[in-house]
């Protein structure tokens, strides 16, 4: 079992880095913690994936070769902090027109015991920073309407709301930042 409560600060402990052939048992953990929540920690892992297979294509996916249909470079990114995954983000390069609408350039998670500690301001403000290295301008992340904890963060690193959004009229079920 991991430790709870670490004296770590997170501004100064938390980096994001691509996964490893070593991190195969810390992300299927985390893979399982969060499901309980219905919550996808690493995007297409199952029990049968093979890890090697995974890494190479999360690698792929980073410099856009072999990209599905429909899908952008994106990098998949662990937080480690003291040795440890405490979440992870993932960041999409650049978006298309329908993750215009549907997407986000960057999404995030901290796992249960790590939370509430300041990793999640960490991680996205790393996040946009590493957006903003591959060429985005405008950094669009979303959050469910209900996820307070999720708007506080993004709202910290910067966060503004998109006052043309919902395009319906009606009421949003997520909120749409931009951080420029």
């Known amino acids: 079992m991991v430790p709870v409560e670490h004296d770590l600060h997170p501004e100064t402990a938390v980096r994001l880095r691509p996964l490893g052939v070593d991190d195969e048992h810390a992300v299927r953990t985390a893979q399982l913690s ?3 929540e219905g919550f996808e920690f690493a995007f297409g892992l199952t029990d049968e994936t093979d890890w090697p297979s995974y890494v190479t294509e999360l690698s792929h996916r980073q410099f856009g070769i072999d990209l599905p249909p429909g899908s952008v470079p994106a990098s ?18 650049r978006l298309n027109d329908e993750l215009r ?36 301008d405008g950094v669009l992340l979303t959050c ?32 749409r930042y931009w951080i420029k």
Not at 76 to 93: E, P, Q, T, Y
Not at 104 to 112: A, I, K, M
Not at 149 to 155: D, F, H, Y
């Open 144 to 175: 469910d309407a209900d996820n307070v904890a999720s708007k506080t963060v993004i709202e910290r690193c910067g966060g503004i709301l998109d006052s043309d959004w919902p395009l319906t009229g009606t009421a949003p079920s997520k909120y």
């Open 34 to 36: 969060m499901a309980r």
């Open 101 to 136: 609408i549907v997407g986000e350039h960057v999404g995030y998670c901290v796992l249960p015991q790590f939370r509430r500690q300041g990793f999640a301001t960490e991680i996205c403000r790393q996040s946009v920073i590493i957006a903003r290295a591959f060429g985005v």
């Open 76 to 93: 998949f990114l662990a937080a480690v902090s003291d040795g440890v995954v405490v979440g992870r983000s993932s960041i999409r390069h």
